[in-house]
């Protein structure tokens, strides 16, 4: 049972240049959502998904679009990276029911922006 | 509004030592709250949780906290560290937020566990 899978693991970008992450899980969870982690700042919220076909914005999405195109997947763009967007990127997942917000995290995607 | 604070960015014990990490929270309901954990270039693991009952949460790995409403605390503790505890532990706190809950993260402290 693989989890939640997140592509690629590492990526070196200049700026300006565009790029997808995707997001795997294979638990059949409806909630899916992006994070970035900076240090000392913890992990911030990017945009979720409580759906296929459904998205919404986090507290930190500008610069950000996302798809939910298959409830298994979720995909993460930058279209202009810039260097403020060097961060470790965490996708995560939880089952509809899961009311108390208890998530299940991938391995993480380490971005650079140059 | 609610949020997490993690008091200490690095914290440093010796092995066989009490652990003690803190966080406090602030909200408007009672809350729903986690302890995380994170080893070097991994993900996130689910250490614990509180949502309702027993305010003396027990985890893995040894770990407990306990959820001290007059305190709005969630301080996680061990009583012996051991060498494999040394990671980053997040505090976090779940969030009603468009009718689905989110968690919002504090911003972590590092367990140096030395030998």
């Known amino acids: 049972n693989a989890g939640v899978t997140q592509t690629p693991k590492f990526r070196v970008l200049k700026t300006g240049q565009s790029m997808t992450l995707l997001c795997a899980q294979d638990?059949?969870?409806?909630?899916m959502y992006w994070y970035r982690q900076d240090p000392g700042m913890g992990l911030r919220l990017i945009h979720y998904?409580?759906?296929?076909?459904?998205?919404a914005k986090g507290e930190v999405p500008d610069g950000y679009n996302v798809s939910r195109l298959k409830k298994q997947n979720f995909l993460l763009g930058l279209e202009s990276a810039a260097p403020s967007q060097t961060s470790v990127y965490f996708c995560?997942?939880?089952?509809?029911?899961?009311?108390?917000?208890?998530?299940?995290f991938g391995e993480g995607s380490r971005l650079t922006v140059l | 509004a609610q949020s997490v604070t993690q008091l200490g960015s690095h914290v440093s014990v010796s092995e066989g030592a009490l652990v003690l990490l803190r966080c406090n929270y602030s909200?408007?309901?009672?809350?729903?709250l986690f302890w995380y954990v994170q080893y070097p270039n991994q993900g996130l693991q689910l250490l614990l949780k509180?949502?309702?009952?027993?305010?003396l949460v027990k985890g893995i790995n040894g770990f407990e906290a306990e959820f001290k409403k007059s305190e709005t605390s969630f301080h996680l503790t061990k009583p012996s560290a051991h060498m494999s505890d040394a990671a980053e532990y997040f505090c976090?706190?779940?969030?009603?937020?468009?009718?689905?809950?989110?968690?919002?993260f504090g911003s972590g402290t590092r367990l140096l566990v030395r030998p």
């Open positions: 995560a997942s939880r089952k509809q029911g899961a009311n108390t917000g208890e998530l299940f």
């Open positions: 638990m059949n969870h409806e909630y």
């Open positions: 998904s409580v759906g296929e076909g459904t998205t």
């Open positions: 909200s408007s309901v009672p809350p729903y």
């Open positions: 509180y949502t309702t009952g027993a305010t």
């Open positions: 976090a706190v779940s969030l009603m937020m468009d009718s689905s809950y989110k968690l919002i």
